[in-house]
């Protein structure tokens, strides 16, 4: 599976966007998804996975209530909304995808990636 992730850009603190990533290939319903985000000079975090049909999500703590992730399987496409932006969530976030696992938070249990958009919170 390719995944193209978009949506990112500049925003004030307090402010919202919304990231889609597509994906093209297998039958996305077989991917778990996940969303990760890579701050400069620090360690890839994970933010938020979805399961396969999309009826359960988990999130990291520091983003529960106000990141939410979403797929829509008929347009092979996952969203993560984010709201209440902060500077601290400027970061460069990808999307993963792995047809083994589900809803898990380690890097390294997703098999493909995407390029990275890069979100930018100003104070």
């Known amino acids: 599976v390719q995944l193209q992730a978009s949506g990112g850009g500049m925003v004030q603190a307090g402010g919202s966007l919304r990231l889609s990533c597509a994906a093209s290939?297998?039958?996305?319903?077989?991917?778990?998804m996940g969303w990760f985000r890579q701050a400069p000079g620090k360690e890839r975090e994970f933010v938020a996975t979805?399961?396969?049909?999309?009826?359960?999500?988990r999130y990291t703590d520091s983003v529960k209530g106000q990141f939410t992730i979403s797929r829509d399987n008929s347009k092979n496409t996952v969203y993560l909304q984010m709201n209440v932006l902060k500077p601290e969530d400027t970061a460069v976030y990808y999307c993963?995808?792995?047809?083994?696992?589900?809803?898990?938070?380690?890097?390294?249990?997703?098999?493909?990636w995407g390029q990275g958009t890069l979100v930018t919170v100003s104070s």
């Open positions: 290939g297998r039958a996305f319903s077989t991917y778990s």
């Open positions: 993963a995808a792995d047809s083994i696992t589900t809803l898990h938070i380690r890097p390294d249990d997703y098999a493909y």
């Open positions: 979805i399961s396969r049909g999309g009826g359960v999500s």
